[in-house]
């Protein structure tokens, strides 16, 4: 079993998506290990996006990552961060394929529903910044 860190981004709670988002992440096989509605601060969204601290939509993304509240979660599959990544689909919505939550869910290349971790590494310290200390219950 692996964990992954998803967030159901500012735009997809906005538009009421959450409730759709968390059936088709329990119907995909996944189990919510954790579950939080916060809104990060602008500080709290440029620290978590610091890896595109040059990239010339950096300031934009972290305005939007705080423009509201999201949901943070852990979820726990095998393979969770490739099976997430997947069922998120590609960054773009209007490239991602059918049947995934960007294609369905996200509005555009920065309003893109959803987060996932990129790899085991970025999984821990993402888990590990938003759910400090957690006991994920079994
Ligand atoms: P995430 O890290 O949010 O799961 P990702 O790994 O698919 O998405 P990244 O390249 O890490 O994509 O980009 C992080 C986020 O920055 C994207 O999800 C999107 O919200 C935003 N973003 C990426 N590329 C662009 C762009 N060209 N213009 C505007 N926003 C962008
Ligand atoms: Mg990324």
Not at 7 to 12: G, H, L, M, S
Not at 23 to 35: D, L
Not at 112 to 120: E, V, W, Y
Request: proline letters at 4%; charged letters at 25%.
């Amino acid at each position: 079993m692996e964990r992954t860190f998803a967030i159901i981004k500012p735009d997809a709670v906005q538009s009421r998506y959450t409730g759709r988002i968390l059936q088709c992440i329990e119907e995909s096989g996944f189990t919510i290990r954790a579950m939080q509605m916060r809104r990060l601060s602008v500080t709290e969204a440029e620290g978590f996006y610091d890896v595109h601290r040059a990239r010339p939509f950096f300031g934009s993304l972290t305005q939007f990552m705080s423009s509201g509240p999201c949901v943070v979660m852990a979820l726990e599959a095998e393979h969770a961060i490739a099976r997430w990544r997947m069922l998120m689909g590609a960054t773009d919505p209007a490239k991602a394929d059918v049947a995934t939550l960007r294609k369905e869910f996200g509005a555009s290349i920065e309003h893109n529903a959803t987060h996932g971790s990129d790899a085991p590494e970025t999984a821990a310290y993402e888990l590990g910044y938003f759910f400090p200390g957690i006991e994920f219950s079994k």
